[in-house]
Structure formats: C-alpha cells, structure tokens
C-alpha cells in the first residue's frame, strides 16, 4: 500500500501561513512547558532524594521512551499525528497538573514523581513520531525545508527561554508553581492544535495489517530506500560522534581546564547561537541547493570543529569553536530532517521519523558514560579525536553515496 499527499496548485510560504504558525505557536508553548517540566522536576527530586535517586528519577523517561519509540511510529501514521499529538499534549498536560496538586496538597515522596517520568517517557514514544509526520501534513513539500529551520529556532527559543522561566516559577513557589506553569504552558498548545488544519493522505485501497507488519513495512521502506537507508546511518554516525562530546565531554572539559561552570555555559551558549543561526538560515531561504551534498560536507567539517574543542587554548577559542560546531551541526541536522521530511513516504513518516529519533535519543546518549570512562583512562585529546572521527565517518557516508549526494529539497 502507497500514499501521496494531495498536493494543493499553489503552496502558501510557511511563514506567511496562518495554519503553520499557529502550529508553531503550540510547538513552542509544548517545547516552553518540557523545559519548565525538567526544571520543575529535577528541583523536586532533589529535594527529597539522594544524589543516586536523582539519577534513577530523572532517568526513567529514558526507558520506556527508546522500547516504545518505533510502536510509537506506527500509532502515529495509523491514527494520523494530529490525533496523537493532540492526545500525548493532553496526557502530558493532565499528568503534570496532577503532580502540581499532589505537591500543593501534600509532601508526597519520590513515588509519584517516578510515575510521572515514566509517563512522560511513555508519551514521549508517540509524540515524538508524531510531531515529526505533523509537517508534511500541513504545507508543501516545498515549503518542508523552511518549516524545518522554523521548527528549529523554536527548539532553540524553548531551551534558551524555558530553563530560566522554569527557575523563575520555582523561585516564586517552588516545584508546585512549576509543575502548574508547565501543565498550563503544555495545555495553550491543545486549542491551538484543534484548530490546526491537515491535509490528507490518497491511499491506494488495501487492507490494514497488524501492528507488527506496519512495523516491519516501515523498516523495510527505510531499507530500500535509496536515500533514506544510508541517511539513517548519516544520522547514526554524526549523533555518536557528537552527543557524548557536548554533554559529559564538555563538563569534564570546562573542569579540567579550570572554566567552570559559568565557562561551560558560555561554550553552551555559543553552541546555541551557531546551531540558531543555522535554523534561522533555512527558515529565511526556505531550501539550500544540494541538500545531501551540504548536509555531507557540513557533517565532516563539524566533525573537525567537536575535535578541536579539546585543543582549544583559551575559554574565548573554546566559545568560538562551539560556535561553528553549532553552526555546522545546526545546518546538517536541520538538512537532514528536511531530507527525511520530504524523501520519506508520507503514509510511513511516523516510523521513519521513529526510528531517526530512536537513534538520536534512545541510543547515543548510552554513549556518554563510556565516553566518560575512555576520557578517564586515555584524556580527552585522544577521545575527542576518535569522536569527530566516528562523527566525520556520517558525513562520509553521506558524500561516497550518489543517491543521497546528489538528494535535493523541493522547491
């Protein structure tokens, strides 16, 4: 069974769309109250657990969100990821106002905490895909390029707004005034999505499978595909390549070059203008030239920025460097999801989408404590090296395979 979007004669821009703005105002808002709802939470963890229970709490999302992901893909392109996201926003939104009211009523240790991880892990499985199949439904194909880098500066909006709003509310009164700021902030995107307007799918006739063969047909359509297989392994290589170096990589880094941790903040802070920039970019334009060609070689000279970071001889080189790094890495991540956006079947999106994210946040962040023990045991220069190396390895990939070299973005 096959699926096309009906395609209308003439494609309004998507920063001028109404129908996609208000789909970004409930993106950002959604993104705005998961910012607050870490701070919220990890405030509240830490303050009836021990250092190790913080760790097994702010964890548990973690789980059930990788073993869930790619069902999630299939509840997404089988329900229509409209319905889902609307449906996870709403669960999210009552789960956490719950909590808030639990905390305001009474002291109610760690139990309903790790129950509310566990659930936002859960719906995190079926928002994810979903939030990802979303676009295609809401514009053209054409416009999918520019919604990407749209997409991206509200990702960055929410991570550079959301944090210190988060400490403002729990300043103000504590993790309940957090909780509640991240249900209501979660709950403005509901509305928003109901009046959000999706076009169909044209399907050929066919009967419905079962959950297990939507799976199977949803890997076997990235498998084929001539862009898409060798794209995930792109993915693959540059996320772990780069994730542990940004994360523990760069804690140990500002430590040990005696930084701290305004220093690393500022490293942080140049990562976040350089990948902005690179969204801000895509937005404005709409399509670069040569998608997979760009997204190849911005992967490999990114790669060569994450592994001078651990030569970087002074905190200003270091800000510099993670500039470009976001910059770079903004561009090709931004590349890459709008090559999967637009060379994806539209009738499988969900489960591509599932299984790009199962890479990105289910499977390379379970690189950084080896990372941290490699660090530990032969330094940083040599790991950063061998880091950009695996990272470089994606954008080889991408540059030595003529289909998605030569892939473009519609326009």
Known sequence: MTATLITPPATTPAHRDSNVRRWLAAYTSSMLGD???????????????????????MSASALPRAV????????ADRFGPRRVVIGSDAVRCVAVLAVAALLFLTSPGLLPLTLLALVFGAVDAVFVPAVGALPARLTGTDQLGRVQGMRGLAIRFAVVVGAPL?????AAGGACAAFTLAGLL????????????????????GAAGTAWSDLRAGLRHIRRHRVLAPLMLAIALGDL???????????????R??????????VLAGFGVGAGAASLLLAVRGRLARAGFVAGWTITAGSVAVGGLAFAPSLAAAVGTALLVGLLTGLSGAMCGALLQTQADPAHLGRVTAVSSLISL?????????????????????VYVVSAGVCGLGGVVALVTPALRRAELPG
């Open 186 to 205: 979660i709950a403005v995107s509901v509305p928003l999505l109901v009046s959000v307007r999706v076009r169909d799918l044209a399907k050929e006739p």
């Open 35 to 57: 910012n607050v709802y870490y701070m919220a939470l990890s405030w509240a963890v830490v303050r009836s657990a021990s250092p190790a229970q913080v760790g097994l709490v």
């Open 68 to 75: 869930l992901m790619l069902g999630g893909g299939v509840v």
């Open 362 to 382: 289910g499977l390379t962040p379970l690189s950084m404590p080896f990372t941290a023990a490699a660090i530990g045991a032969w330094g940083l220069g040599p």
């Open 241 to 255: 390549g780069f994730v542990a170096p940004l994360n523990v990589g760069l804690t140990l880094l500002a430590d």
């Open 166 to 170: 988060g400490g403002l509310a729990v």
């Open 257 to 266: 070059r005696g930084w701290g941790a305004a220093g690393m903040g500022w």
